[in-house]
C-alpha cells in the first residue's frame, strides 16, 4: 500500500466514510502488522508516523476522562505506528521527563503470549509455551490422547477404553501474562485469560462439571448431561451455549455474561437465589455480600479480552491497572490512584508503555514504571 492510498483510507476512516471494502483493506494491513510480517520500513518515514499521528489526535480531541470514545481502528492504528516507529510519541501536553520515566522502562515489557501450566491427574506437571506451535501428542495412553494442534489449542481425544490411571482431575493454569485455549473431552471450546485456572475431571460421561478462578469464555458443546461451571460465588448450569465467567479474587465481583442460549445461575450462599439469564446479559454477584442481580451487558467491553483488546467504558482505574498487571506481569502501588473513571480501548499486543501512554493521554494522571511497579501521580 502506497503512503497516499493509507492516508486517504485513515482519513476517510476516521471521518466514518469508508466502504465495507475500504475497511476490509485496513483490516489486512493491521492483520499484517498483528502477524508480525515484514513490513517496509522506508515506507513507515517519521513524517508518516508524525502525520498520521496528527490525524488522529485530531479526530480525538481534547476532551478530558472520557476521551476514548473513539472507533476500534483509531486505537489499533495508534498501537501499529508507536509499536513500528521506535520513535518518540509525543504529545504537546505531556511534561518530557514523566514520558522518558516511562520510556526508560515500560517500553521493555512486553504484552502476554499463549502459555500455560497442565497438570494431570497423575501429578506429571507440562509447561504449554507458543514457542513449539508444531501439533504433537503431549500424552498418550489406553483410553487417552492429549494433543496440542496447530492452532496451539489443547484437545483431548478419549477412547473407549478407560485407563483409571490417566482419568481424574485435571488442571490447566495460565500464568499472569499469558492466555491459552482448551478444548474439553466433550467438544467445549474454552479460552482463559491471564492468571486463571480452570480444573476438570476429564470423564465427561458421568459429570459435565468444571471449577474456574479467573476469566474464561465458554462455548458449551450441546449434550444432554448439563455443563456446570463452579466458582467461588456461583454455580452456572447450562445445555450449551455461549457464555463468559469473570472470577478473579481480587475483584469486587463475580460476573457471568451471556451471549446466546440460556443460563441458570445459583449463588453458592443463597441456594434460594436463583437466576434464569437471558442473551446479552450480565449477572453480577457481590463477592462479599453474595446477592446477586441481572442487568444489560455491554458485550464488546466485556468480550474485548478474548478478541485481543482492553476496552473499558467509564470503568475506574484501579479496575484498569489491575487487568493491565495481569497480562503485562507487572505490579500496581494502588494506594496512589485517584479515584478517577475512564474509557479506553486499545490492542492487548502492544508494549506496556503504549498503554499508560494512552491512559495519560485520556485522565489528569501521569504513570511513572520503575522495580516492575506501576506508580500514578495526580496532575
Known amino acids: 500500500m502506497r503512503k497516499q492510498e493509507f492516508l486517504t483510507l485513515l482519513d476517510k476512516y476516521l471521518n466514518g466514510e469508508t466502504s465495507i471494502e ?6 489486512k494491513f493491521h ?30 480531541g481534547t476532551h478530558q476522562v472520557k476521551l476514548y470514545k473513539w472507533r476500534h481502528w483509531a486505537a489499533i ?30 517500553e521493555n515489557v512486553l504484552p502476554g503470549k499463549n502459555k500455560a501450566i497442565l497438570r494431570l491427574a497423575n501429578g506429571k506437571v507440562i509447561s504449554l509455551d507458543e514457542a513449539d506451535i508444531h501439533a504433537h501428542t503431549i500424552l ?17 481425544i478419549i477412547g473407549n477404553e478407560q485407563n483409571t490411571n490417566a482419568m481424574g ?29 480452570l480444573t476438570y475431571n476429564i470423564d465427561f460421561k458421568k459429570q459435565r462439571k468444571v471449577h474456574l478462578k479467573g476469566e474464561a469464555y465458554f462455548e458449551v458443546a450441546k449434550k444432554t448431561v ?8 456461583q454455580e452456572i448450569r447450562i445445555l450449551g451455549t455461549h457464555f463468559n465467567v469473570n472470577s478473579y479474587q481480587d475483584e469486587a465481583y463475580s460476573q457471568t455474561t451471556l ?19 437471558k442473551p446479552n446479559f450480565s449477572v453480577t454477584t457481590n463477592n462479599t455480600s453474595g446477592i446477586s442481580k441481572q ?85
Open 140 to 156: 498418550r495412553e489406553q483410553g487417552l490422547t492429549i494433543q496440542r494442534n496447530k492452532s496451539g489449542q489443547l484437545v483431548y
Open 226 to 233: 448439563p455443563f456446570i461451571v463452579q466458582n467461588e460465588m
Open 295 to 379: 442487568s444489560e451487558a455491554d458485550i464488546a467491553a466485556i468480550m474485548a479480552w478474548k478478541n485481543g483488546d482492553f476496552h473499558f467504558e467509564d470503568q475506574k482505574l484501579s479496575t484498569i491497572l489491575r487487568a493491565i498487571s495481569r497480562w503485562y506481569n507487572v505490579q500496581v502501588d494502588y494506594n496512589s490512584l485517584p479515584n478517577t473513571h475512564y474509557t479506553l480501548q486499545i490492542s492487548k499486543h502492544v508494549r506496556l508503555s503504549d498503554v499508560l501512554k494512552m491512559l495519560e493521554k485520556t485522565g489528569p494522571v501521569t504513570f511513572q514504571y520503575n522495580e516492575q511497579m506501576i506508580h500514578a501521580v495526580k496532575q
Open 169 to 197: 482431575n485435571n488442571t490447566i493454569e495460565t500464568p499472569r501474562g499469558g492466555q491459552y485455549q482448551v478444548i474439553l473431552p466433550d467438544g467445549t471450546h474454552v479460552w482463559l485469560n491471564s492468571e486463571s485456572s
Open 31 to 60: 492483520a499484517t502488522y498483528r502477524h508480525h510480517e515484514h513490513l517496509d520500513d522506508s515506507f513507515f518515514t517519521e513524517d508518516l508516523r508524525l502525520e498520521i499521528l496528527s490525524k488522529i489526535e485530531n479526530r480525538i
Open 77 to 106: 492504528a495508534a498501537a501499529i505506528l508507536i509499536t513500528l516507529s521506535g520513535i518518540t510519541y509525543y504529545y504537546q501536553r505531556w511534561n518530557e521527563t514523566t514520558y522518558q520515566q516511562i520510556a526508560n522502562n515500560a
Open 22 to 27: 475500504e475497511e476490509e483493506l485496513l483490516s
Open 259 to 277: 451471549l446466546e442460549g440460556q443460563v441458570e445461575i445459583s449463588a453458592l450462599n443463597n441456594k434460594n437465589q436463583t437466576i434464569l439469564m
